[in-house]
Nanobody, 124 residues
Framework: VQLQASGGGLVQTGGSLRLSCAASGRTFSNYGMGWFRQAPGKEREFVAA????????YYSDSVKGRFTISRNNAKNTVYLQMDSLKPEDTAVYYC??????????????????WGQGTQVTVSS
């Protein structure tokens, strides 16, 4: 499956952005989906994940209550709604797909496909 992330940009502290990740190539609903981020000089960090039907979601403590992951299988797209953004949310954000549809994981090595990343910058 090919993944294309979009929606990043520059926003002020407290603002919102919605990231999208469009999938193509295979049946999107067969995949568990996740979002990760990587800031300069830091390791890739888990942000959020959801199962194939979007019913079960999982968030890192750093974004819980501020970010929401969702998916629309009819549109082959997973979203990350980011509210109350903070400067420490600045990073390149990546979407990822796991071939195990029921998987919901915070481990990057449990994902099989990755998008190219989209930059999110939060100014103070």
């Amino acid at each position: 499956v090919q993944l294309q992330a979009s929606g990043g940009g520059l926003v002020q502290t407290g603002g919102s952005l919605r990231l999208s990740c469009a999938a193509s190539g295979r049946t999107f609903s067969n995949y568990g989906m996740g979002w990760f981020r990587q800031a300069p000089g830091k390791e890739r960090e888990f942000v959020a994940a959801t199962t194939w039907n979007g019913i079960i979601t999982y968030y890192s403590d750093s974004v819980k209550g501020r970010f929401t992951i969702s998916r629309n299988n009819a549109k082959n797209t997973v979203y990350l709604q980011m509210d109350s953004l903070k400067p420490e949310d600045t990073a390149v954000y990546y979407c990822a797909a796991s071939a195990i549809w029921s998987r919901i994981s915070a481990r990057p090595d449990e994902y099989d496909y990755w998008g190219q990343g989209t930059q999110v910058t939060v100014s103070s």
